[in-house]
């Protein structure tokens, strides 16, 4: 019960948007369980009136079985009398002869029941099932926002696989159980207690001796649910490695045919898979061996009741809707088993799910951010230090950058420059001292606005699965396609665009690589025109491209530096030539700062990067 209670916690604040559908769900549910009882009673009415001797059965069996159920004495005595009424009226006995009415009602009652209990009970699984996808897509929306808002560092600690198995196979372990598992958990406690009244109705003791077996089916039901449970746990972990391999070896298949790896990485995969075999072989043993212990549980009970009716000589009507309303007790039993499993299962993706929904960004926004105007005086970094818990990647750094200021940054592989890109785009905060624009700390406006006055244009592009035009449009939400035409001109990418063949419509395969190193780089750059920031971070810009798309590339970054305050981060010191000012990073520290041909002449650390380039002044 504390597990159901856990889910059902865990899921409410997504299905209470559905209320509506989920209540009427629920009480299709309800009727639907009740339906069994009617159903056996039935059997009991029909059983009573054929059987030679009862002028008037239903009358007792119904007084028997409404009793302490109306709120009133009088409209219970009422009802039962008007419902003894319509069964004699409708339904046939032995030793009276059958008019149309008693044959339509033998013919008709138990098909009538059959479609009434089939179709509330197609209703509830509807209901819940249709309440179940939403509140799931609600729930991965909820998930991919929340890992939206989480800092970089959480994504350096998880993996491809982990973050996939998240998203989609823990909230389909959630989604599993509310559609199947949320409906039996409602319909089948309600048919046991409905089928467990009718039996009290007929003999109280016998049914007292049958629910005397019902703690014997708890305890395997429980024991074997806790196996599932740490074999889903287990099972899950292995899930996420293999998910994480399989991204690895597709994202790198270039490397792993080029050094011949594939059976290698076959082999970790079948590794991998044989202990997920293993793991689900536990899970379905725990699972399929519940049900030969209820049945055997059952049948036992089954046959102990068999006997007593025997010696006590119970009525052959009463025998025949004794040992069915027992039949029919186990098949709900049996499914409550299967949900148990269920929800064990489902245990160890909510965990999962709760503890990414917990997580808490280390960059927070603050209570009440700054707004942020246009971009006026200059961006500085005061006594900055910063490390990514395994010693200081940045010490002590202190740099003005005013604005229109055009700024180049050098340094060793490891020095210290992407660390500082990351800085500038809030990406993570100083552990120590602090950066501002135009006097106000970073960590004091919007993050919003902070980035919305800058443009990255990176080593690595970043293209999505969209059209060529939307990627450039991703630079500036709303933009026109005239707007978009234009900064693809302004990026010397518009001839290229108009050679694909639906031009601007072009999709975009993944990770861009149906275009050229220097059109995706001229892309991004686009992108970067139309976002029409102010501040400019080039980060590497063109150092995987080859001279010839360099040269095309660094015509349009010329283009879109003007007017702009512009920080370069390049190992290829040549792209640098045109910066008003340089600093050399080294172990984390500003060693060096100067114009280009200042630095060249100096014979310092930027002098032996330019020489071993080949560059001399």
Known sequence: MQDVVQVLRFGWPYLRRYSGRFASGVMLAVLFGLTNAILLWAINTILLRMSPGSPAPHGEVVGTFLTGIGPVERWRTEFQAWTATMVDTWLPRAGRPADWRQIAGGLLLFPLLAAIRGFVGYGSSYCLAWVSERVVNDLRVEVLRKLGSLSLDYFNRATIGDLITRVNGDTAMLQRCLGG???????????????????????????????????????????????????????LNTTITQASLIVEILSGIRVVKA??????????????????????????????????????????????????????????????????????????????????????????????????????????????????????????????????????????????????????????SGSGKSTLVNLLFRFYDPVSGCIRIDGKDFRDVSIRDLRERMALVGQEVVLFDMTVAENIGCGRSGATQNEIEEAARAAFAHDFILRLPQGYQTRVAERGLNLSGGQRQRLAIA??????????????????????????????????????TVICVAHRLSTLRNMDRIIVLSAGRVVEDGTFTGLVRGGGLFADMASRQGIAI
């Open 527 to 564: 992108r970067a025109f139309i976002r029409d920031a102010p501040i400019l971070v080039l980060d590497e810009a063109t150092a995987s491209l080859d001279a010839q798309s360099e040269a095309e590339v660094q015509v349009a970054i010329e283009r879109l530096e003007e007017n702009r």
């Open 259 to 412: 050094f011949n790896l594939e059976d290698h990485q076959v082999e970790r995969f079948r590794r991998m898979s044989k202990d997920l075999v293993a793991h689900s072989m536990r899970t379905i043993r725990a699972k399929e061996i519940t049900n030969p212990i209820i049945e055997t549980i059952g049948t036992l009970g089954f046959g102990l009741l068999l006997v007593v009716i025997v010696l006590r000589q119970v009525k052959i009507e009463d025998m025949v809707t004794l040992l069915t309303g027992v039949a029919f007790i186990y098949t709900p039993i049996k499914k409550l088993a299967g949900v148990h499993n269920l929800i064990q299962q489902t245990q160890a993706g909510i965990e999962r799910l709760v503890q990414v929904l917990g997580e808490r960004p280390t960059v927070e926004e603050a209570a009440r951010p700054l707004s942020l105007p246009d971009f006026r005086s200059a961006l500085s970094l005061d006594r900055v230090g910063f490390g990514y818990g395994h010693g200081n990647v940045l010490a002590d750094v202190s740099i003005e950058i005013p604005r229109g200021t055009k700024l180049g940054i050098a340094g060793e």
């Open 181 to 235: 598992g949320l409906s039996d958990l409602v319909k089948e406690p309600v048919t046991v207690i409905g089928l467990v009244a009718m039996l009290f109705a007929i003999d109280w003791r016998l049914t007292l001796m049958v629910l005397v077996f019902f703690p014997l089916l708890v305890i395997p039901i429980v024991v074997l649910g806790k196996k599932v449970r740490r074999s889903a746990k287990a099972g």
